[in-house]
């Protein structure tokens, strides 16, 4: 955007419109439109959410669902945040969150009720580990483990999972011990725990892609709560049964868009926020389109760049220190199409596990009548970093070559080949989400959902419950929009 | 700063005449009077400094000398930054940055410039440690160790000496086996290195005194760069003939007051900037009291804070990444005044070596003529996070506490208690400086120094000599500075 139009707080009717588009919303609430049509810069609603991703999303969409005026601002030409479609061969394709597990119980819902599809992460076939130097291919997502090293996998899982279980999801800084577990990295709980050097490549190469950030980065403590967040490692980091499970045939930023249309609130895109003020009587909500007042405000963007808004009162510095604390994980999405799953004739199913850069995973995610063949995989941490902001050219040799490596010549001839570089995404600068290093947990952890007056916070990083995940962001929205609707009900019976 | 000023795009007499205050400037640029006077919201500079902390205010001063036109613009009502003055028992101290070292040779070279002067850090007399349950007394600032642990820390220190000087300063990211060095702790060397618990405690404390962090959240790397930016681990934990030599009788802040006075720039205090967008002809920056336009923007601020201004066109996903990855040190600052320095009745000089909170080191920073005596130290790292935002008071209590217990009832009865919560101060958000956790400095911390376009970054953190001191603040100046002067050079050579 210019930076005349940035200055200017106006709301054309041509913005209500572009951000109708987003689905088939056929209404416009009145006040917006004429609020619109008087191009007046300041605005009256009940809940100003910032940020439209499923968070904000489903905020708004429980606060209209119970009689609320809502107003969603979001700063990107479109709704889905971290969600995003992208088109591949001529389909539609998620360049951003994608799978769905079991016990995403939320997102499941949501997908259903909008009458959307889902099918199987497609395994049929043998994949390929390279670990540690050493190449074998297994059934299935089996990792080819001898049976020497799969018991001492089985033993380090198991002592994982046990820790695991003392976490308590909703106050992890209670956890037994936590002041220990928080004051080493997952690094060194990892080194400390096994010598075997193929289960500390599966571990490793499994939680640099969980994380999207390097072992040595992340807080033990940190790790063990964000695995229980989603039941333990293996429902995390399994595809059959698992949290890679299914896909959504429609894709999932489609959820986003349903969201979108169902939600007759206001949808306000390509509108940064850039201030927030609070008094007594309420919220006032500056952005590059103008001024909102509001009773609450929910700010449901990624929770390190929550503070690049100016808050008036300032925050606590707890707070701000948390998101000082939490940098965005580093990854780059890439898809790669082929006319066909040529894989398939070779027994193989398209799934990768490795050590070596770019990525730990690849699999395949072609629809389900195999036209054209997908491969998914990720430049993750470290590699992401490396690679973000180079033209996607560099990239796509790079993936390519890689490609070649593990499923031949075939590989070297692809249709189309797409990438989101989203530590490049202004709004995002980075996914999927922000974690903790050592120490701030038990530290500082304890503000995260905090309110800040009137002000609550929601996103995928606020959520107990599978957190960093689409479902953690769809129940960040519900809690949020529950916390809302119960300071209402206390204001109305204090008053 | 109430929001209908924050909205408000003028530049009033007075807050230039309260800018000036800052010293004994007596002249205004005619231009600005008149743009203040005609409450225009676009001026025209040369180049516009935000900050006016050491780094904004070096870097304005040598633009000054070199004939160019500047505006520094400080969201303060005050300049210095990181370095602030406070009052204590009718004194004024520094609350903020303080000592000086001898081979700080920028600092040093600017206090005798404006006339100040230095005291000798105080130590006659025994210090006290206090370290894995021990207590021991020393002379000056020794630590009391007995001969074998005195050898084992001698060459654990020898040992962290020795990779530091592998360290090239200027690119820190090319030192010999950097990824290895940089994919561990501080704590992970440490607890490699030596299993001598006293040696393990003293080299523990120090460096949370160093970083305000704890050593499990400093890459090893990184720990080694900021030692050899101040020569070694020695040179930047003692007193004598090192980082904590002398004091600067009048208040280190005085310094910056004597800088604000001599550039007859025009600083705007009470004004932070929200955004500053480019192209090929220049800058323009928008700050709450109106926009500038100029050639060049140095920014000047601590580099975490660098990313709530918005950029137009954006920051590099590198940068950005940087910025998300260096958090902020935590300190509380706490100076205590005596009626008299007691202590030194009891032959102690105020020292203290300490691995109990809240502060690993005290000492005895009275004026020349002892009236009154003043001790300092500081809550540190997790001290700090768990402290910020609490009322005062329960520091104090605190602070006097542990002072009881190191110098005896005397202590109980202070005359004045100040304390500055760094956390909490909106406009650093902790202090000294930002660090840098495992994996950062290999990846993307190369970029550290890379303008962004037109737009040049000042600010301790960017100094490859004296990182995280005032003295590597002044050089950061002094190098964008040259920089944008370089800069100038070039356009008119290519023009």
Redesign the interface.
């Known amino acids: ?1 210019s ?1 005349d139009e ?2 200017k707080p106006k709301l054309s009717r041509r913005d209500v419109l572009r951000a109708m588009g987003v689905g088939a919303v056929t209404t416009l609430t009145p006040a917006l439109t004429r609020a619109a049509e008087n191009s007046t810069d300041s605005r009256k609603t009940e809940v100003v959410v910032v940020g439209a991703g499923f968070a904000g999303l489903t905020a708004a969409r429980e606060l209209v669902r119970s009689g609320r005026k809502v107003v969603v601002l979001e700063a990107r030409d479109r709704v889905g945040g971290r969600v995003k479609a992208g088109k591949l061969a001529g389909h539609a394709v998620d360049v951003g969150g994608m799978w769905v597990g079991p016990t995403q119980t939320r997102v499941l819902e949501m997908i259903k009720e909008y009458g959307l599809h889902t099918r199987p992460q497609f395994e049929q076939g043998k994949d390929i580990s390279e670990l540690n130097g050493r190449r074998v291919m297994a059934e299935g997502e089996e990792t080819g483990m001898d049976a020497e090293t799969q018991a001492e996998y089985d033993r380090v899982v198991k002592e994982l999972d046990r820790l695991c279980a003392t976490v308590p999801p909703d106050q992890p800084w209670n956890t037994p011990d936590a002041e220990a577990l928080d ?3 997952l ?2 709980w990892l080194d400390s725990t096994t010598h075997n050097k193929i289960v500390r490549a599966f571990l490793e190469a499994s939680m640099r892609v969980d994380f999207v950030a ?1 072992p ?2 992340i807080s033990f403590l940190y790790c063990l709560f964000y695995l229980r967040s989603g039941d333990n490692f293996e429902m995390l980091n399994g595809y059959k049964g698992a949290a890679q499970a299914f896909l959504v045939n429609e894709t999932m930023h489609e959820v986003a868009m349903r969201m979108a249309t169902e939600i007759k609130a206001n949808i306000v895109l390509e509108n ?1 926020v ?2 927030i ?1 609070q008094d007594a009587n309420g919220v ?1 909500v ?1 952005s590059d389109k103008g001024t909102w007042h509001a009773d609450y405000a929910i700010v449901a963007v990624p929770l ?1 760049l929550s ?2 808004i ?1 808050y ?1 009162p ?1 925050l ?3 707070r ?2 948390l998101a ?2 939490m ?2 994980g ?1 990854v780059i999405k890439y898809l790669v199409a082929y006319e066909k799953p040529f894989w398939r004739e070779q027994g193989l199913n398209g799934m990768t596990w490795s050590d070596l850069p770019p990525s730990a995973v690849i699999c395949d995610v072609s629809p389900a009548d195999g036209k054209p063949g997908i491969l998914v995989g990720f430049f993750e941490a ?1 590699n992401a ?2 690679w ?2 180079k033209p996607r050219e560099e990239r796509k040799k790079v993936v390519i070559e890689r490609l070649v490596e593990f499923f031949g010549s075939d590989a070297a001839h692809p249709i189309d080949y797409e990438d989101q ?1 989203w ?2 995404e ?1 709004w995002s ?2 996914c999927y989400g922000a974690s903790m ?3 701030i947990m038990t ?2 952890g304890r503000v995260i959902r905090q309110p800040h007056g009137r002000i609550h916070w929601a996103g995928t990083e606020t959520a107990a419950r599978w957190m960093g995940y689409v479902d953690g962001a769809i129940r960040s929205g519900d809690r949020a929009a529950s916390d809302v609707l119960g300071a209402y009900q206390q204001s109305k019976t204090s008053a």
Chains 1, 2 share one sequence.
């Open positions: 955007m930076k940035s200055r004051s080493m990295t690094q060194d390097e040595y980065q940064p850039r201030a003020s006032t500056s390190p503070v690049r100016a008036d300032p606590s510095p707890e701000d220190a000082q604390h940098p965005m580093s470290h970093l490396r973000t902001g570089d530590p490049a202004v600068r980075g290093p050592p120490g530290t500082i």
